[in-house]
């Protein structure tokens, strides 16, 4: 499997039981692309076909994708099983085989796993979110629910609209400190205010990776709403727990 047809963090690397990826808009069948939605020119066995494929390369063929539709809430909900979730943007398991998903073409993608807890967590945030602390929500979510601890808590910030393209107005700027606009014309780094807001709830510097993708000027490597429109396609980033964990605590 190319890196340029799957993305894989490597903050996750020395825990065999965790299996994280994001899809791009090469590989997986024809256009590239994994979605949970019928867009134009994917039609639904098609879209069966790469998540299939996609889900195959992460070696979780046997888990149940547990999907959040996305309205830019920051909204969080704890799943036990696969499924379709209503109105939330983020969700956390400590369940062995449900791979919690997001789709995104621009927004940020982070996935969240406490070792310790045995719990994970995956969020779409979009300006809306973090704008909104839904990274906050998430972790405060994960320590109610599975008493997890914010320092021990690895996260992966995925690609996204970088601060080198994602112009925005001024009435967006505003709901963001000054440290992740550049004005002249204002740029919003949503990696750098995401993780920001991960390290102010207690995150350790060391335990987050930040990817430098940017899905606006990679064309060939994204999908980007800014860029194509209500027409571009869809990226899919992925986390799920194996009973691995079980055998190895």
């Known amino acids: ?11 996750f690397s020395g825990y065999p039981e965790i ?11 024809n256009g590239g692309g994994v979605s949970f939605r019928e867009r134009p ?16 390369a992460l070696g979780l063929s046997g888990s149940s994708p547990a999907i959040p539709v996305q309205e830019h809430t920051t909204i969080v909900r704890r799943v036990d099983a696969g499924g379709m979730y209503e109105s939330c943007d983020g969700l956390i398991t400590n369940r062995n085989d449900v791979a919690l998903t997001v789709t995104t073409a621009d927004c940020v993608p982070i996935v969240l796993y406490d070792p310790i807890a045995a719990c994970i967590a995956v969020i779409h945030a ?17 320590m109610k629910e599975y008493q997890s601890k914010p320092a021990n808590i690895l996260a992966y910030i995925g690609p996204s609209a970088g601060p080198c393209c994602y112009e925005v107005g001024h009435e967006v700027a505003v ?16 990696k750098e205010e995401n993780e920001y807001q991960l390290l102010e709830q207690g995150l350790v510097k060391d335990h987050i ?21 209500r027409t571009a396609g869809r990226m899919t980033a992925a986390v ?3 009973a691995n964990h079980e055998t190895e605590r």
């Not at 809306?128 to 979510?141: D, E, R, S, W, Y």
Request: aromatic share 12%; proline share 3%; with cysteine.
């Open 41 to 56: 020119g994917n039609t639904p066995s098609e879209m069966a076909q790469k998540q299939f494929l996609f889900f195959s």
């Open 1 to 11: 499997m190319s890196k340029t047809e799957l993305i894989v963090p490597n903050i």
């Open 240 to 242: 799920c727990m194996t």
């Open 19 to 29: 299996h994280a990826g994001m899809s791009t808009r090469q590989g997986f069948g």
């Open 126 to 142: 979009g300006w809306h979110g973090p704008a909104g602390k839904i990274v906050i929500n998430t972790v405060n979510l994960m």
């Open 209 to 229: 990776e930040t990817s430098e993708h940017c899905t606006i000027c990679e064309e060939n490597l994204f999908y980007s709403y800014r860029r194509e429109g």
């Open 175 to 190: 709901k963001f400190g000054k440290n992740v606009v550049n004005y002249g014309k204002i740029f919003l780094d949503l």
